[in-house]
């Protein structure tokens, strides 16, 4: 049931400082807990997990068994017709499992709002925190466990959701068992139930925090393609100095190879006329 309420969430540097709580949007969190929903669509992705590779042989598929173990009568024994029907020990099994599909379809806009509810109700117990973009330039562990400590949820199942893929945080907390890291956009029902808490990137959720006071800008690394284009420069540079140094020694040489010829067609012209 959906009531008329605004939302507050606690918010976060990307250092883990507390700054002013913002206005979370009312377009996805605007009070709505729909409980059958919410169920429905965390069963369906629990069995759209599963496999369903099960699988057992009856009594056609069982290798063996084609004669028949005694004669029909006269032995005193039950009638048997072969080693591998069901009753005896390595024969085939009967209504066995085999290989089947699990999944089950939700419609889009069943599964919206489910999540949709989720949100709500993690909000509804404050259990919804804002933070700045989280930028690492490597893969680290320890800062993404410091930051967890500074918000002081270290105890409690955390999903993060970042805006976009970011694999240097995805990595960051691959490998800890209570967090779970994973863009906006991919997060389900399930995911936002598992948790404790959510802590959502200011940009994922449409609006970017102001810098608070005494934030400690973080150099980043230059991308790859300007190191590119400024080593393709500088080799062009090279060239043209190159180039320049080559067109000048010809210019050099050429006066050189003149006079040499004027020399040889003087030397002609004297024997000519010696002679």
Do not use: C
């Not at 290989?99 to 806009?109: E, F, I, K, N």
């Amino acid at each position: 049931m959906a009531e008329d309420t605004t939302f507050q969430a606690a918010a976060y540097t990307a250092q883990g400082a507390e700054r002013e709580s913002v206005t979370l949007p009312r377009a996805l969190f605007d009070g709505t807990v729909n409980m059958p929903v919410m169920h429905q669509a965390v069963k369906a992705y629990l069995a759209n997990q599963r496999q369903g590779n099960a699988s057992t042989k009856i009594r056609k598929y069982v290798s063996g068994g084609n004669q028949k173990p005694w004669k029909q009568k006269g032995t005193g024994r039950a009638r048997q017709g072969s080693i591998r029907a069901p009753q005896w020990v390595g024969g085939g099994t009967v209504f066995g499992p085999i290989p089947r599909s699990y999944a089950q379809y939700v419609p889009r806009q069943v599964r919206q709002l489910a999540r949709k509810s989720a949100f709500n109700a993690r909000a509804r117990e404050n259990a919804i925190f804002v933070i700045d973009g989280l930028a690492f330039d490597a893969p680290k562990t320890k800062q993404l466990v410091d930051l967890i400590a500074r918000l002081g949820v270290a105890d409690k199942k955390v999903l993060i959701l970042t805006e976009g893929a970011k694999p240097n945080v995805f990595l960051s907390g691959r490998n800890l068992p209570l967090v779970h890291v994973m863009p906006y956009s991919d997060v389900s029902t399930y995911h936002i139930l598992w948790s404790d808490v959510v802590l959502v990137e200011s940009g994922a959720l449409g609006s970017q925090l102001e810098p608070a006071e005494g934030d400690e800008e973080v150099a980043r690394p230059k991308k790859a393609g300007s190191a590119r284009k400024a080593a393709s420069k500088a080799g062009a540079k090279k060239a043209a100095t190159r180039g320049a140094g080559t067109a000048k020694k010809k210019a050099a040489k050429r006066p050189a190879a003149k006079k040499a010829a004027a020399k040889k067609s003087a030397s002609k012209s004297t024997k000519k006329k010696g002679k």
